[in-house]
């Protein structure tokens, strides 16, 4: 059963003046559930608005957004509902924070869902906890913390919603490389443990090869591809082409290949790279 | 070119009402021409120390000592950070005006060159960074890449000695982050600008003469760029992230397979692959 | 996107008008503001009117968008023109009821809204002629004599020039921070007064912490380019007096003698 599916997706920046422009054009797809999907595409190429358009942030100006097979746009006054259905997370989260403390930060969406004083409580520890966290950072101000911990929190802030489908938006951009291995970690784990749908925008090929089950090609508001990563990263010219690129294991053992006249085979991740070198030793 | 002599560095903290050490007796010359890059995880005082290179922070203790010019030398302000540019992280916080050239001319007004030759100097400055064509655009029509290389011929056009780079590419996308090191290696290649970078990047640091190792406002080692590669604990330290092509190095390692050196360079690694597999192939 | 939010209501093009030093514009439309005022004749009005049509024309933008963005204030003008009808003094030319329409009524409506009306239309055509950019600079010409009673015009025009870089920035920024305390679940139409100025916070915090860090971030990027290290700064625009800014003074001159001349004729004099 699809969680989110898309049809005729359409939405256009400006509508009506010379500076009009698509920021998606004609998308239909299909999320299905448990997955982790990878979202690649260069920098406004619709990936963002994309995932406005899943969260109900954007109404769509043709087409249909359907969760879980229901069309999100059907009562307008349930817009809200999927807002906390459809977890998003912006690019730089940390620069919307405005709580006094790391717990009335997280807390702001499940005071808004209407919780329970007690409710929220254990789903900001639940939330702190999925972002590797410590409660001893309950009460500090989030102002003070390090880059890394701020963007843990911001992205505590929406899990605490317990979004049935999780949106993150370059959840690593602009974090040292010790983060953003940190917070690749915590979305794997938080997947293994509650099996949500996530979608997963980045730049970084190598981290969109390691997690994603299946990845979404972007490109100016087309939908190009959509396909397992061996087959979309097979595809490297394609994907030049649009100002992408593939992960350095795969040009690596791509030029094996070529060189050694060695059929093609895609390899996405190092530890398919050693054995495809093992495989071809002898 | 930079000279540093036990530089300390302490700002008072409210919390513990005590002075905190950012930079402990740092010493460190940096010469005319070099590519030096300074490495070191989040808060070992990287950004504090390059901002005494030109006068912005002026340590609590000891010298630095700027082409000559004490950076105490409240008189030479202006000479120092006409002879020691700054590019920093973000890109849209550092350009000043809606319209290219004179956020180029930024700094050429400030030190009040006359208009005759501000022009050439700043085309020229655009051209070095591959902006010309831009020159009439505003700055919000154009990509974190291009804004940087914007910031960076501001910088230029002031026709400094050396230019120092606090993460300049940590914000931008991989094509952004690939025009803005192509730009800094060709200062270095055509300017013979002396260049410091810090970065978080490990390819970033191949094209260094150095690279500075710090952690906790010290400078723990001075090491050449290939080294990093080879300790392990290094990389560790610095919280670097290795490239593939390290990773399948010691991966192949530990199935016994020792490929003959580390390398970042994809070309490299695929080379030694090929020639690997066709020395153990049964032909 | 900030690449879209076009600041003031300049419309590009290439017209004698955009061509025009910004300095001479802003002097000029000035001046013709002024000459407006001192309009006592229907003949003076008319030769204002005439020329201020002339110059929508020379700026070759629609009418249209002189309609659109200025439509408001228009009606304003009627509406308060209408008024004057009932406040002449005088012999009555029309009794009804409690309405008594008088001459000098009927002249102050029309002068009222013929006088509004060029001031109006003179505005737009500097304002949709002109970046804001250009105004800036041509501002920072005009009033550079101020430095000489200590105004700090470079100081000022510096704020300018930074506004007008950043305001767009932080406009975009509001607009990410309101979505993404939406998709949060923040309402802000919801409740009493109170309720709706707390529902705020989640937006304003933020935005001022990052106003905050874009300002310190900028001005250590300024200082490091040596901003107000020295006394004087040089400026790299330079604008020329051109053939169009000479026609434009000598026709404003002409006006100004015409409509001086005109005052004074008895005829079709204003009471």
Known sequence: MSVIRAENLFYCYNKGTSFERCGVKDINLSIEKGQIIGVIGHTGSGKSTLAQLFNGLIKPDKGKVLLNDKNIWEDFADIRQVHFKVGLTFQYPEHQMFGETVYKDIAFGPINQGLSGQEVDIRVLEAMMFAKLGPELLNRSPFDLSGGEKRRVAIAGIIAMKPEVLILDEPTAGLDPVSKEGILNSICEYHRQTGNVIIFISHVMEDIARISDKVMVMDKGNLIMYDAPENIFSRREELNKMGLEVPQVTKIINKVHNKLDIKHKCVITVDGAVEDIIENMC | MIELRNVSFSAYDEETSQNNYILKEINLNIYKREFVVILGKNGSGKSTLVKHFNGVLIPTSGDVVADGINTKDEDKFCEIRQKIGMVFQNPDNQIVSSVVEEDVAFGLENLGIPRREMVSLVDNALKCVGMYDFKKSSPNMLSGGQKQRIAIAGVLAMNPECIVFDEPTSMLDPEGRKEVVDTIQNLKKGNGTTIVLITHNIEEIFCADRVIIMDSGRIVSEVTPYEILLDKNYMRMLGLKATQSIDLFYKLAGRGINLPFLTADEDKCADMIVEFLEEKKCR | ?271
Not at chain 3, 204 to 221: D, G, K, N, Q, V
Not at chain 3, 228 to 257: C, E, P, Q, Y
């Open chain 3, 1 to 271: 996107m900030a690449a879209d939010i076009v600041l003031g209501q300049y419309l590009p093009g290439d017209s004698l008008l955009h061509r025009m030093d910004p300095r001479a514009k802003i002097l000029l439309s000035f001046w013709l503001m002024v000459i407006v005022f001192t309009a006592w004749s229907y003949i003076s009005l008319t030769i204002i009117s005439v020329f201020t049509f002339i110059m929508i024309l020379a700026s070759s933008i629609p009418i249209k968008s002189y309609i659109r963005n200025t439509g408001f204030i228009f009606a304003m003008t009627l509406f308060s023109s209408f008024l004057n009808l009932f406040y002449g003094v005088g012999e009555p030319i029309f009794e009804w009821g409690f309405i008594t329409i008088t001459a000098s009524g009927i002249q102050n409506s029309i002068v009222v809204a013929a006088r509004i009306f060029d001031m109006m239309m003179i505005s737009a055509c500097l304002m949709f002629t002109t970046s804001a950019n250009d105004m800036t600079h041509g501002l920072e010409k005009i009033m550079s004599p101020l430095k000489f009673i200590g105004v700090d015009v470079d100081d000022v025009i510096m704020m300018i020039t930074i506004s007008l870089r950043f305001i767009p920035i932080t406009l975009e920024e509001t607009n990410k921070i309101i979505n993404a305390q939406k998709s949060r679940g923040a309402d802000m139409n919801k409740g009493g007064p109170i309720d709706r100025i707390k529902s705020f916070t989640p937006i304003i915090l933020p935005l001022f912490a990052s106003t905050f860090r874009r300002a310190y971030e900028l001005s250590m990027a300024m200082e490091c380019r040596c901003y107000g290290l020295k006394g004087s700064r040089t400026h790299l625009k330079n604008f020329k007096l051109g053939i169009a800014d000479l026609f434009a003074m000598v026709l404003v001159g002409l006006i100004m003698i015409g409509v001086i001349f005109c005052n004074n004729m008895d005829i079709a004099k204003i009471i």
